[in-house]
C-alpha cells in the first residue's frame, strides 16, 4: 500500500504565503511524475503544477511566476510553495504521485486525502 499524506494547507490573507508538503510513504520501488491539483466548490479539480524525478517542472497559466513546485527525492516528498495567493486560489489541494510497485514495477496513481487552502480578501 502507498500513502500520500499532505500538510501546510490554512487560512491566509490575500498577498500571502503558504508552503505545501506532500509525503509519500509505504512499499514504494521509485516514484515517477509527482504533482498538486487542486477543486473548487462546484468546479472541477484542476492542474495546478507536476514534477517529473528528474526535476522538470510544469505549471498551470493561471499559478506561474506565483507557485513553485519542487520535490526531495530521498524523502519522497513533494512542496508546493505558494506566494502571492489570491481569493480565486482557495480550493482543496490534493498531491498526486505516479508509484512503480511490486515485482513487475508497475505504476499506478495515488492521490492525497487533500488540504484546504482559503484565501481572504
Known amino acids: 500500500q502507498v500513502q500520500l499524506v499532505e500538510s501546510g494547507g490554512g487560512l491566509v490573507q490575500a498577498g500571502g504565503s503558504l508552503r505545501l508538503s506532500c509525503a509519500a510513504s509505504g512499499t514504494i520501488l521509485s516514484i515517477n511524475d509527482m504533482g498538486w491539483y487542486r477543486q473548487a466548490p462546484g468546479k472541477q479539480r484542476e492542474l495546478v503544477a507536476t514534477i517529473t524525478s528528474g526535476g522538470t517542472t510544469n505549471y498551470a497559466d493561471l499559478v506561474k511566476g506565483r507557485f513553485t513546485i519542487s520535490r526531495d527525492n530521498a524523502k519522497n516528498t513533494v512542496y508546493l510553495q505558494m506566494n502571492s495567493l489570491k481569493p480565486e486560489d482557495t480550493a482543496v489541494y490534493y498531491c498526486?504521485?505516479?508509484?512503480?510497485?511490486?515485482?513487475?514495477?508497475?505504476?499506478?496513481?495515488?492521490w492525497g486525502q487533500g488540504t484546504q487552502v482559503t484565501v481572504s480578501s
Open positions: 498526486e504521485a505516479l508509484v512503480s510497485i511490486g515485482d513487475l514495477r508497475l505504476t499506478y496513481q495515488y
